[in-house]
């Protein structure tokens, strides 16, 4: 049983392409992340919903928009793919109720453009 | 403006030693210093946390030292294990408002413990 699953782990695209990331939770939390991990390792949140109410939206390119259908859903869908969009992506959750430190991440999907 | 600062950026450790990594906050807004371990293809997980009421926690082999006037916590991990070998995040978050959610990560050390 996953408790956060992301589709697909693999993604390769064209420059120009427009591509879709998708994530579930059955972890029954409130709140949703997508982070991108660069080649460095290092983390940076991108966008948080709680209760599909947009919380965060970091300094992020327009060319990315989440949706969230429900609670239990986060998409990531990205146009017009760039060379620097290459990275790892991650979904996390959360459950407000017991501290938003402590989140459980997917296991990633890594986008490569080229 | 990097929320919290982490070092060292790699450590080698022989198996059996003790891996020490620091990091620094700036933030007294901040109430919750979780740990995140990270394995090569995978995503990041809780390792264990500490809020700022306690100066140490401890969870088998992995203990949070805090340092509240200092403003700086630290991971030990003891007895090291070539199964300890992965990135390490520390990480703050405070709670509420419009940063509802928000954890400022580390930069990550990356750890190999040798056999």
């Known amino acids: 049983d996953t408790a956060v699953s992301q589709t697909p782990k693999y993604l390769v695209t064209q420059m120009g392409n427009d591509k879709s990331i998708k994530c579930e939770q059955n972890l029954g939390h409130d709140t949703m992340y997508w982070y991108k991990q660069d080649s460095k390792k290092f983390l940076k949140i991108m966008f948080s919903?709680?209760?599909?109410?947009?919380?965060i939206n970091e300094t992020v390119p327009n060319r990315f928009s989440p949706k969230s259908p429900d609670k239990a859903h986060l998409n990531l869908h990205i146009n017009s793919l760039e060379l620097g969009d290459s990275a790892v992506y991650f979904c996390?959750?959360?459950?407000?109720?017991?501290?938003?430190?402590?989140?459980?991440f997917g296991p990633g999907t890594r986008l490569t453009v080229t | 403006q990097q929320q919290v600062k982490q070092s060292p950026q790699s450590l080698i450790v022989q198996k059996g030693g003790i891996s020490i990594i620091n990091c620094a906050y700036e933030n007294t807004a901040f109430d919750y210093f979780p740990w995140y371990q990270q394995f090569p293809g995978k995503g990041p997980a809780l390792l264990i946390a500490?809020?700022?009421?306690?100066s140490e926690k401890k969870e088998g082999r992995f203990t949070i030292s805090f340092n509240k006037s200092a403003k700086q916590f630290s991971l030990h991990i003891m007895d090291s294990q070539p199964g300890d070998s992965a990135t390490y995040f520390c990480a703050a978050s405070k709670g509420g408002g419009s940063t509802l959610g928000r954890l400022y990560f580390g930069r990550g050390t990356q750890l190999t413990v040798w056999p």
């Open positions: 919903y709680n209760n599909k109410e947009l919380i």
């Open positions: 500490i809020r700022p009421d306690v």
């Open positions: 996390a959750s959360s459950d407000s109720r017991t501290g938003f430190g402590e989140q459980y």
